[in-house]
């Protein structure tokens, strides 16, 4: 995955899931008519059975919560590691930080374009393996000297 910053998206992501879960939590509240003992009449069960069903997709839809917004916080530990080694390669002299590309997934890095020389190509490597939350980086960097 490419991490680009977006914080707008990640934002708007947060306050969906906010909302859903407070639909979830407004659509499963007790009610009144849920404290009294008698079943309905006119209904196909009991408020028991009703209740039960509104929590168990309360859960359901708990889970997707949850699930999303794990995905969004795997996006925003892509995108911080993306910027962290690209912040690094602008601030190295010897290293042209704007002809690398670099993406992350999880948290292996792919170093991608041209570079100048064997020692900015080593250089930019070794940036993206010391960069704190990396596990793996994947070399796809190009060496091409009359650039």
Do not use: C
């Not at 509240?29 to 006119?42: K, L, Q």
């Not at 002299?93 to 993406?103: A, E, F, L, Q």
Request: aromatic share 4%; hydrophobic share 40%; proline share 2%.
């Amino acid at each position: 995955m490419r991490s680009r910053s977006n914080g707008g998206g990640a934002a708007l992501l947060i306050l969906f899931v906010v909302l859903v879960a407070a639909f979830v939590y407004w659509y499963a509240r007790p009610t009144p008519a849920a404290v009294s003992s008698s079943p309905a009449v006119g209904t196909s069960g009991t408020l028991q059975q009703d209740e039960d069903r509104a929590r168990e997709k309360g859960r359901e839809v708990g889970g997707k919560i949850a699930a999303g917004a794990e995905r969004v916080k795997e996006s925003i530990d892509e995108a911080a590691l993306t910027t962290k080694i690209k912040a690094k390669m602008t601030l190295d002299d010897s290293v042209k930080g704007r002809s690398i590309d670099v993406s992350t997934n999880g948290s292996t890095v792919t170093l991608s374009g041209t570079v100048r020389s064997a020692a900015e190509h080593d250089r930019a490597v070794s940036l993206a393996r010391e960069t704190n939350g990396v596990t793996r980086v994947i070399d796809h960097l190009i060496v091409n000297s009359s650039h």
